[in-house]
């Protein structure tokens, strides 16, 4: 306890020292601050009152007069004289009274410049120490902990928890108790605590994955037992077989080609060929070819100016598809579904597809982009969809910097839209791949 007073003596100390030091120096640079200004202050009054007297008694200023001011047995009687060079006098102007009155105002200003600096001197070291103070406590437990013991015992009992791990007790974390390894306690058990949401994330996945192929490969299954034991004589069932497998052969493709993707896209490793493109064009493309493969409904067309964006124009066509194919599948035949592109409400460009469709509950809304996920509507329902297509298109948004306004109300419909950063002028010949 006696060294630990003696040493924050001895840092006070210190700190009042170095606190007078930086005082001293702020009172000097003050003193001579206002020195200066009181100095050109009384230039500029002077070259103001000479050309002001000159511009009221002569008429014009002129370098070529010669000026004077004579002074009397008291100030009040100090003059200012002009003459030519010829010695013929020009004006003379009394000054005495405007001398005096400025005597004062002068005295009045010096003696508050020498009241801030005697000020300053007086109260400027402890205001400087209160501002030094949390560099000084700083200073003091640096001191404190590098004079601490230090205790092996509490890393090695660290070192031994983070050892004795165990992924089945992820859950409950590690705790050590002690106050002194709070932090790093905190810090471990927040890293777990990320890890093990990946985990999790990561299990769902090949869980969901896992399902989602049973199903084909179960029908598939089924058939070729039915043909190995009555198609190979029964057209019908031959027929009948041979179409099912190859329906499940597709969507079962058409499964293992979205998973790839995703799994690229989770390891970085899906590239994106980014440059400047015309969002109107695509999206009348994408359109077009909505006409040619889909007449069961309604296609329109609408645009609100001229937009452009930087991104893949294929991934960007796959979403608009994707968000399209998904309208498709819930919306009656014969309903209308409506593509726009052009400015957003902030003129921002953006691309929408709204249906006519059976729409989605609130709850639905906000997992609609996760993977595998179906909402209770259409659970069962016979669309074909695997639930990857829609986080396959969000994936890409994401990559676009882009972002998804989803506006649903059931029984009336659907409306997505993809809102994109404004593209910025610089940017505009740029292409990159990513």
Not at 274 to 301: A, F, G, Q, T
């Amino acid at each position: 306890m006696g060294n630990k007073a003696e040493n924050i003596k001895t840092e006070s100390v210190k700190v009042t020292s170095i606190a007078r030091k930086i005082n001293l120096q702020n009172a000097c640079r003050r003193a001579v601050s206002y020195l200066q200004v009181d100095f050109f202050v009384c230039l500029l009054l002077t070259l103001v009152f000479v050309y002001g007297m000159d511009v009221q008694e002569a008429g014009e200023f002129s370098f070529d007069y010669d000026r004077y001011v004579i002074w009397g047995e008291t100030l009040k009687e100090a003059v200012y004289r002009v003459e030519t060079d010829g010695g013929v006098l020009v004006y003379t102007v009394e000054i005495g009274q405007w001398l005096r009155w400025l005597r004062w105002v002068g005295v009045c200003v010096c003696i508050a410049e020498l009241l801030q600096v005697i000020d300053e001197l007086a109260h400027g070291t402890a205001r400087v120490r209160r501002h030094l103070k949390p560099l000084n406590e700083i200073a003091l437990q640096a001191q404190a902990l590098s004079e601490q013991v230090f205790d092996e015992t509490k890393y090695h009992s660290l070192e031994d928890a983070i050892s004795n791990f165990k992924v089945e007790t992820m859950d409950a974390g590690i705790h050590m108790h002690d106050k002194d390894l709070m932090g790093i306690e905190a810090a471990l058990n927040g890293l777990l605590e990320r890890i093990r949401a990946s985990y999790k994330q990561q299990t769902q996945f090949v869980s969901d994955a896992s399902h989602e192929l049973r199903t084909p490969i179960a029908v598939i299954q089924g058939y070729v037992n039915m043909l190995d034991r009555w198609g190979k004589e029964d057209e019908a069932i031959l027929s009948e077989s041979i179409e099912a497998i190859k329906n499940e052969a597709g969507h079962m493709q058409k499964l293992v080609e979205q998973l790839l993707f995703l799994a690229r896209g989770d390891a970085n490793r899906q590239s994106l060929d980014k440059k400047r493109l015309c969002l109107n064009d695509m999206m009348r493309e994408v359109y077009e070819e909505s006409l040619m493969i889909d007449e069961k409904h309604h296609y329109k067309y609408e645009e609100n100016g001229c937009v452009y964006v930087f991104g893949d124009s294929d991934m960007l066509k796959q979403s608009a598809r994707i968000l399209i194919d998904n309208a498709a599948k819930y919306t009656k035949e014969g309903e209308e579904i409506v593509i726009r592109a052009g400015e957003w409400k902030d003129g921002s460009p953006f691309f929408g597809i709204q249906d006519n469709g059976i729409g989605m509950a609130s709850q639905d809304v906000i997992h609609v982009f996760d993977r595998f996920y179906r909402a209770d509507a259409v659970r069962n329902s016979k669309t074909g969809g695997t639930g990857l297509g829609l986080s396959i298109a969000k994936w890409i948004i994401d990559r676009h910097q882009a972002y998804c306004d989803i506006v649903s109300r059931q029984e009336l419909g659907t409306r997505f839209c993809v809102i994109f950063p404004k593209l910025a002028h610089d940017n505009d010949n740029a292409q990159v791949s990513v």
